[in-house]
């Protein structure tokens, strides 16, 4: 029977061994003194309910701040001031995505919902063959849905008809709701279990391109796990990736040429700029790589084991949430800490996002944080 696993990232990150291994348990790495140069400032909290085990992401369209939480709350901020909150579904399991109009989240009963984004007001709602999971991505009057780990739906964003799908096998074993996808010019790109990246057309669906990005080795399923988590980040014409106990690499955006790899593997992701590709490893640390060569300019394991999650560059910096429920601000040069915020203790479960230069996070808890940063 096909498995998905929940919390991979917590799981790993506090373990310090292999999943469902029965070695003991390793302790978080203490946090050590820090004089900040960096003021690491939290402007604004809400709540919108427990995430639970759902992947669940906030949404910034200009000053609109949507989130959700797995009990059904969708809800819409503007400047701290919240607009409208609403019963979207019994059960949110994916999302949110939104643009101008339109407010997108799947339900656990196997349908995408879309709302108003000014009102609430629900629009349309629409069936698929599955639970959606992660966050949907809206583009060219369509959004686009994951359902399991093995399917792309689109849709109408007008009116919820659908406009195609893309499948693909069902692996053995799969991370649930870890695997993103992006947008480059008239291509989908998103990443599959056992290490594949996929380009696919927007307007049809169909397939232009996939790259092996990671190959499953193992003895069993388990250390088989080799599925590309996160969104997939573009700069120019590269697209980086990484897979957990697998590679980080680069492909050409257009061809699906494999540019370089590196054997790190993650359960987080990674975010990159003009210079380097940073990426959390699978246990916690923090690696800097050349974004041309995959070459490592430095590496901070000050985070190991405590289920570091997705780094988000900030202007000079990078910042790393754990899942014990701090934010840590590093210097982007060299990975020396300079900042650091202690929010929630139930743990940052989505990945940072920038709004205006300050950063967006969301707890397993349901508190939504919108963070400051400034030079001292």
Same mark, same amino acid.
């Given at each position: 029977?096909?498995?998905?696993?929940?919390?991979?990232?917590?799981?790993?990150?506090?373990?310090?061994?292999?999943?469902?291994?029965?070695?003991?348990?390793?302790?978080?790495?203490?946090?050590?003194?820090?004089?900040?140069?960096?003021?690491?400032?939290?402007?604004?909290?809400?709540?919108?309910?427990?995430?639970?085990?759902?992947?669940?992401?906030?949404?910034?369209?200009?000053?609109?701040?949507?989130?959700?939480?797995?009990?059904?709350?969708?809800?819409?901020?503007?400047?701290?001031?919240?607009?409208?909150?609403?019963?979207?579904?019994?059960?949110?399991?994916?999302?949110?995505?939104?643009?101008?109009?339109?407010?997108?989240?799947?339900?656990?009963?196997?349908?995408?919902?879309?709302?108003?984004?000014?009102?609430?007001?629900?629009?349309?709602?629409?069936?698929?063959?599955?639970?959606?999971?992660?966050?949907?991505?809206?583009?060219?009057?369509? #959004?686009?849905?994951?359902?399991?780990?093995?399917?792309?739906?689109?849709?109408?964003?007008?009116? %919820?008809?659908?406009?195609?799908?893309?499948?693909?096998?069902?692996?053995?074993?799969?991370?649930?709701?870890?695997?993103?996808?992006?947008?480059?010019?008239?291509?989908?790109?998103?990443?599959?279990?056992? %290490?594949?990246?996929?380009?696919?057309?927007?307007?049809?669906?169909?397939?232009?391109?996939?790259?092996?990005?990671?190959?499953?080795?193992?003895?069993?399923?388990?250390?088989?796990?080799?599925?590309?988590?996160?969104?997939?980040?573009?700069?120019?014409?590269?697209?980086?990736?990484?897979?957990?106990?697998?590679?980080?690499?680069?492909?050409?955006?257009?061809?699906?040429?494999?540019?370089?790899?590196?054997?790190?593997?993650?359960?987080? %992701?990674?975010?990159?700029?003009?210079?380097?590709?940073?990426?959390?490893?699978?246990?916690?640390?923090?690696?800097?790589?050349?974004?041309?060569?995959?070459?490592?300019?430095?590496?901070?394991?000050?985070?190991?084991?405590?289920?570091?999650?997705?780094?988000?560059?900030? %202007?000079?910096?990078?910042?790393?949430?754990?899942?014990?429920?701090?934010?840590?601000?590093?210097?982007?040069?060299?990975?020396?800490?300079?900042?650091?915020?202690?929010?929630?203790?139930?743990?940052?479960?989505?990945?940072?996002?920038?709004?205006?230069?300050?950063?967006?996070?969301?707890?397993?808890?349901?508190?939504?944080? #919108?963070?400051?940063?400034?030079?001292?």
């Amino acid at each position: 029977m096909k498995q998905l696993l929940w919390g991979v990232a917590l799981a790993v990150g506090l373990s310090g061994c292999s999943l469902f291994s029965s070695k003991k348990t390793v302790e978080p790495t203490p946090l050590q003194t820090l004089k900040p140069s960096v003021e690491v400032k939290q402007l604004w909290r809400g709540s919108v309910g427990e995430t639970a085990d759902a992947a669940l992401r906030p949404a910034l369209v200009g000053d609109a701040l949507y989130a959700a939480g797995a009990e059904g709350t969708l809800a819409r901020t503007e400047f701290g001031r919240e607009t409208w909150r609403i019963r979207a579904a019994k059960r949110v399991t994916a999302g949110v995505a939104a643009d101008d109009e339109r407010v997108i989240v799947g339900s656990g009963d196997g349908e995408v919902l879309a709302f108003d984004a000014k009102t609430g007001k629900p629009l349309w709602k629409a069936p698929v063959t599955g639970e959606p999971i992660g966050a949907p991505l809206i583009a060219d009057g369509m #959004v686009i849905t994951r359902v399991g780990d093995n399917q792309l739906i689109a849709h109408a964003l007008a009116d %919820g008809k659908r406009r195609w799908i893309y499948q693909r096998s069902q692996a053995a074993l799969s991370l649930r709701g870890q695997i993103g996808m992006t947008r480059v010019g008239d291509l989908l790109i998103a990443g599959f279990s056992g %290490g594949k990246l996929v380009a696919v057309t927007l307007a049809a669906g169909m397939p232009r391109w996939e790259a092996s990005v990671a190959i499953p080795r193992g003895s069993n399923e388990i250390e088989r796990l080799a599925d590309l988590v996160a969104d997939p980040v573009v700069r120019g014409e590269s697209v980086c990736v990484a897979a957990y106990q697998g590679r980080v690499a680069c492909v050409e955006t257009q061809r699906g040429v494999v540019q370089w790899t590196r054997d790190i593997g993650s359960s987080a %992701g990674l975010d990159l700029d003009d210079r380097q590709v940073y990426v959390t490893e699978d246990l916690g640390a923090v690696t800097a790589l050349d974004v041309r060569t995959g070459a490592t300019n430095w590496r901070q394991d000050k985070l190991l084991n405590r289920g570091s999650g997705r780094p988000l560059v900030m %202007g000079d910096h990078v910042a790393v949430a754990d899942s014990l429920g701090w934010l840590h601000v590093m210097n982007r040069s060299d990975g020396q800490f300079v900042g650091r915020l202690e929010l929630d203790s139930s743990g940052v479960s989505a990945p940072l996002l920038a709004y205006d230069g300050r950063i967006v996070a969301q707890s397993r808890r349901g508190y939504v944080y #919108v963070i400051n940063l400034k030079n001292l």
